[in-house]
T-cell receptor, first 113, second 110 residues
Framework: EAQVTQNPRYLITVTGKKLTVTCSQN?????MSWYRQDPGLGLRQIYY???????DKGDVPEGYKVSRKEKRNFPLILESPSPNQTSLYFC????????????FGEGSRLTVL | QKEVEQNSGPLSVPEGAIASLNCTYS??????FFWYRQYSGKSPELIMF????GDKEDGRFTAQLNKASQYVSLLIRDSQPSDSATYLC??????????FGTGTRLLVSP
């Protein structure tokens, strides 16, 4: 069964405390990306990765970092979280050369106090 | 102007009726279009995609694409209460980046 696993699913933290949201896939897809979803703003892309060691900014990358050291994992790092990063985060994967559809993880709800 | 526009709704239809969801977009170069369904608190799940002008049917769902008018729509026949969700329209802007609309909330009443 195809799976995109995110951890943690829920997190409440405080401003400035570094955190990492992990994303792992078992589909051997090359493309991975992170989105955040906010009321009235919809899903917006934070970062994406076309393959191992290849990452690039999306539309809202400020305050985030990513790494892609191995194909199956694509962690999202918040070095110094702020309240405006309170959001619902989704990791999404896709097959390079496919029709372009993305498959989403279950989401991680992050609250920064 | 947003790249993908959707009416936020809610769109209310009775059970068994046809629900019609619409989406307009601004990028004429977009080649492929997607409809996702998202239940409250859950992740988006792909319903179908379309990249050619015209209709594409999959079970109770029909996607319609009109590139000249820059709109894509989703018809849900024989709507069921379980179809109540938010429907997200998305287009591929290249390199597998999907740009999403803010979604239309659909309510199907028994």
């Amino acid at each position: 069964e195809a799976q995109v696993t995110q951890n943690p699913r829920y997190l409440i933290t405080v401003t400035g405390k570094k955190l990492t949201v992990t994303c792992s896939q078992n589909m051997n897809h090359e493309y991975m990306s992170w989105y955040r979803q906010d009321p009235g703003l919809g899903l917006r892309q934070i970062y994406y990765s076309m393959n191992v060691e290849v990452t690039d900014k999306g539309d809202v990358p400020e305050g985030y970092k990513v790494s892609r050291k191995e194909k199956r994992n694509f962690p999202l790092i918040l070095e110094s979280p702020s309240p405006n990063q309170t959001s619902l985060y989704f990791c999404a994967i896709g097959e390079s050369g496919g029709t372009g559809e993305l498959f989403f993880g279950e989401g991680s709800r992050l609250t920064v106090l | 102007q947003k790249e993908v526009e959707q009416n936020s709704g809610p769109l209310s239809v009775p059970e068994g009726a046809i629900a019609s969801l619409n989406c307009t977009y601004s990028d004429r170069g977009s080649q492929s279009f997607f409809w996702y369904r998202q239940y409250s608190g859950k992740s988006p799940e792909l319903i179908m995609f379309i990249y050619s002008n015209g209709d594409k049917e999959d079970g109770r769902f029909t996607a319609q694409l009109n590139k000249a008018s820059q709109y894509v729509s989703l018809l849900i026949r024989d709507s069921q209460p379980s179809d109540s969700a938010t429907y997200l329209c998305a287009l591929n802007t290249g390199f597998q980046k999907l740009v999403f609309g803010t979604g239309t909330r659909l309510l199907v009443s028994p």
